[in-house]
């Protein structure tokens, strides 16, 4: 793979540090130091404002807007919503002997910024020379709350040696930046004022209606006297602080943002709610956040760190993926979804897709199982959209779009609006998934259900039957991999909607039988018949699954075999990535795909499959695949670790923790890559750990260990325990930090953990 670091960032176990200011990496950085707490999340760009290369990005999960399509013919979607760019809550302007701070034109050194995964804050520091040879050092501190949704702040420091004066300071809030995506501003404001020493302003999104209150509060280090700023979109508190040698100044912050996307809410009760907020804040001081920040992420690594021994770059890039991961999704706010890029940019509009349940779900299966539960409610509450959305493509039951941040289809690229299905089948896979590592049949009978159903009915309406076959399957569809249009019997498709059937066959009779007046009244309600659902049991052992018997490899599509090869190492570097360099209709000709297709159904299924049908896959497909997904390699990385191919394992992960942090792919000014972030941790628990979860007999445990570590651990939830896994060149470790003891099969072997655990010698073959 021709992906190469752009390494600038200080390598540090507990935190990303940036020493020395470099423009060119500048939204490089805003990316990487952005925060989030799964509400509201804020790119690293300067408080201060800064004239140079930056994207001033405040984003609000689910605050969205919309622009409309033209052209249109029945099912291709005619409007598309995307998350807003909002208000600039830290914005901050600050002056001192007639100049205005500015790192694009102003003279400084000693630039340093780092965001400290155990606190939560993000700092900047430098000494700032003015051009009468007096110099100030300032610290910025900025925090986005884990524990209190709606609260950010922030905190700017000052100390001097030799200027002594006033520094002029304007803090505020700002509507007015631009939504790079559409070129515009999105807001009109409503209304500003001051109250019980709190500055607000209330705004709209231009076309959906989407409201945002934001309100803040100061304090500094001397009382001084604010004036209060009114410009168009923006209301602000002016002031003088005194600086003087051996006297620090500075002020601070409170923040509370509130969103509000019903329109039936009416002003005066909006006012109440963001009032309750306010009264009901446990914090009152920026310290009192501080305090708060460092004890929620404490209990954070205690239950999911990874710790690698002998690799401090790995070290270092696994836990900012968990940091992300956790500042991402909490599942504190029910209804919200993970976009490809978080809440970290506009690239890919912050949309949610189908990685949600296959790619991410995992992480907070395991460390947050309310996250988990969560995601899957979002779904639950859009399904409305999804049936109407099945009526628009002339099919029944709800076909759940492939991107989305309200539950409407928001992707214009109809072949992939239209044609890619798996969205569906990997919400059935994520119930599934959830309710067998979690148990929480409660769910299943009282949300769950209700989507296998109307799922179950979407496939059966899109699929048909083949004239010379006489087997089920789909037609004119896209797979993951995304390199093949209009393709018939994707394989990944068929086999992931006949496990959706399977699945939701083996519901209902469980349902039946624990809960019967239960289903009986949700069948009454959806029309849903015995015959109908006895039929799903044909589809299924009558859908195709393209499979060569002789070689054990599964056949993309059909005719993918005769499809022209392409030599992909025989592609200069120059020409990635090709969807910039090849003409559209080029890249659709060829046997090469983009990202794991097949390699996925049997990475969701993996004990389904044998070590010889894994092996011969894995074969056949990596040679074919370009990764031109960031998703790509940690399912090649996990599945080489598996076959004991150490050496390749390593060289796919490689990479998979330090995607955002050194710039691979050269787009991290867009917004982190949120859904590999979450592959990243795979890469380690399911590649090099061995873990699979979607086995008969419960938890499998299989570790490995690369060439370059001397050891490494992790931690997980598991049933309500917590269990920790170590791993060195000589043995494993596998026990119960906390909790009652689990059964876990480790190595072929099941054991009672508890927390004496159990150490067995790691074998040669597991050995990079």
């Not at 009032?275 to 914090?283: E, F, G, K």
């Amino acid at each position: 793979m021709a992906k190469a670091a752009d390494k600038y960032l200080k390598v540090d176990p507990w935190a990303v540090v940036e020493e020395g200011f470099d423009p060119a990496r500048n939204r490089v950085s805003e990316s990487i130091f952005s925060l989030g707490n799964e509400y509201m999340g804020i790119r690293g760009f300067p408080d201060e404002g800064y004239s140079g290369d930056s994207l001033v990005g405040s984003y609000f999960n689910g605050l969205y807007e919309e622009m409309k399509l033209g052209a249109h013919y029945k099912g291709i979607i005619r409007q598309l919503r995307f998350m807003a760019n909002a208000v600039n809550w830290a914005h901050t302007r600050i002056e001192a002997e007639g100049e205005t701070l500015d790192l694009a034109t102003s003279a400084f050194s000693g630039f340093m910024r780092r965001v400290d995964f155990r606190t939560g804050v993000y700092e900047r520091r430098f000494v700032w020379h003015l051009a009468s040879g007096k110099s100030i050092r300032i610290t910025f501190e900025r925090l986005v709350s884990m524990t209190q949704s709606n609260l950010g702040g922030q905190r700017v420091a000052f100390e001097t040696d030799d200027f002594e004066g006033n520094l002029r300071i304007r803090a505020g809030l700002d509507f007015s930046p631009i939504h790079e995506d559409q070129g515009k501003n999105l807001w009109n404001e409503i209304t500003s004022g001051e109250e019980n020493g709190w500055t607000s302003i209330v705004a709209k999104t231009i076309n959906t209606g989407n409201r945002l209150a934001s309100a803040f509060t100061l304090s500094a280090s001397h009382n001084a006297a604010t004036t209060p700023v009114k410009e168009e979109k923006y209301v602000g508190q002016a002031f003088a602080l005194p600086l003087r040698p051996g006297q620090p100044s500075h002020f601070s912050k409170l923040v509370v943002n509130y969103a509000e996307k019903d329109a039936s809410v009416d002003m005066a009760a909006l006012k109440e709610c963001v009032t309750a907020v306010i009264d009901a804040l446990p914090i009152k001081t920026f310290n009192e956040f501080v305090a708060d920040q460092t004890a929620y992420w404490t209990r954070i690594w205690e239950t999911s760190d990874i710790a690698i021994e002998g690799d401090p770059d790995n070290q270092q890039g696994i836990r900012y993926c968990i940091f992300q991961l956790y500042q991402t999704y909490r599942g504190d706010n029910p209804g919200f979804n993970i976009g490809a890029k978080g809440l970290t940019g506009e690239a890919y509009r912050g949309l949610a897709f189908w990685d949600t349940e296959t790619y991410c779900l995992p992480f907070y299966l395991f460390n947050n199982p309310k996250a988990a539960r969560s995601l899957l409610e979002f779904r639950y509450k859009s399904l409305p959209n999804a049936l109407e959305r099945a009526k628009e493509v002339d099919c029944k039951g709800a076909f759940y779009p492939i991107a989305t941040i309200d539950g409407t289809e928001s992707c214009d690229l109809w072949q992939h609006s239209n044609l890619q299905l798996q969205v569906g089948t990997a919400v059935g896979y994520g119930i599934w998934h959830y309710v067998k590592v979690t148990g929480d049949k409660a769910f299943l009978h009282e949300q769950g259900m209700e989507m296998l159903l109307q799922l179950c009915r979407f496939y059966e309406s899109r699929g048909q039957w083949g004239q010379k076959t006489g087997q089920f399957g789909y037609y004119g569809v896209m797979g993951p991999d995304e390199f093949q249009l209009m393709v018939n019997n994707n394989c990944y498709l068929n086999l992931t909607a006949r496990k959706l059937f399977e699945y939701t066959l083996e519901a209902i009779e469980g349902m039946r039988k624990d809960v019967p007046e239960a289903f009986k009244s949700l069948a009454d309600r959806l029309g849903v018949t015995e015959a109908e659902w006895k039929g799903w049991r044909r589809l299924a052992d009558n859908m195709k699954i393209p499979l060569d018997e002789e070689t054990g490899v599964y056949e993309q599509h059909d005719g993918f075999f005769d499809m022209p090869h392409i030599d992909i190492h025989s592609i200069p570097v120059t020409d990635f990535p090709l969807y910039h360099n090849w003409s559209y209709d080029r890249i659709y000709r060829y046997d090469m795909i983009k990202q794991p297709d097949v390699l996925m159904f049997m990475f969701l299924y993996n004990q389904q499959f044998s070590p010889e049908a894994k092996r011969a896959n894995y074969e056949y497909y990596e040679s074919r695949c370009i990764h031109e997904s960031s998703l790509s390699p940690s399912i090649h990385s996990i599945f080489a670790a598996e076959l004991g191919k150490h050496d390749e394992a390593y060289k796919f992960f490689e990479f998979a923790t330090r995607l955002d942090l050194d710039n691979y792919n050269r787009n991290t000014r867009e917004g982190l890559h949120t859904t590999s972030i979450a592959a990243a941790w795979m890469n380690i628990v399911y590649g090099f750990g061995g873990m699979r979860s979607d086995g008969p007999d419960g938890l499998i445990l299989n570790p490995s260990i690369p060439a370059r570590w001397s050891g490494y651990s992790f931690k997980f939830q598991y049933k309500g325990t917590v269990l920790g896994v170590r791993a060195s060149r000589g043995d494993v470790e596998v026990k119960a930090v906390s909790g009652e003891p689990v059964r876990v099969r480790l190595y072929g072997r099941d054991y009672t953990i508890d927390a004496a655990g159990v150490t067995l010698e790691l074998e040669e073959a597991r050995i990079g």
